[in-house]
DNA sequence: AGATTGACTAACC
DNA sequence: AGGTTAGCCAATC
């Protein structure tokens, strides 16, 4: 099934290319980059992952800080864990509870009231 | 064009 | 702490 890229889903795939190696964000984080407000807009772009190696979409993870899913799996499963290895292989560490460390939790250089960066 | 889903989130019980 | 409900936005049927 092709389908045709919208560019909400390049936004997507091209604020997830912006996450540096080792860090992580949420699909919150994300939404809110993109001025979307919700986050099941990203997982839906997500889900079809046209660019599937291409995009480190394993770097996005749910505001609870947990693995969310991968390449269209939502449950514990062969494909969660390659996520979760490719995670560890970045260098992200996590804790007991199977979540990312918040160290390794990146946000997006969102200009909305905070000029202290530019 | 309308209804349903979905890699989510926050709130509520 | 865990299960359910409602809300959200874009894609798909």
Known sequence: MDRPPTAFEQRVYAAISQIPAGCVTTYRELARYLDCGSAQA?????????Y???VPC????????????????TEEGPT?????????????????????AASHHYTFPISKHDDTQA
Do not use: C, W
Not at 87 to 97: C, K, M, P, R, V
């Open 58 to 73: 394993h770097r996005v993870v749910k505001a609870d800080m947990g693995l969310g899913g991968y390449h269209g799996e």
């Open 52 to 54: 599937a190696p291409e």
């Open 80 to 100: 969660l864990q390659r996520k979760r290895q490719r995670l560890l292989d970045e260098g992200i560490e996590f804790t007991s509870a199977g979540k990312i």
């Open 42 to 50: 990203i997982g839906q772009a997500l889900k079809r992952n046209p």
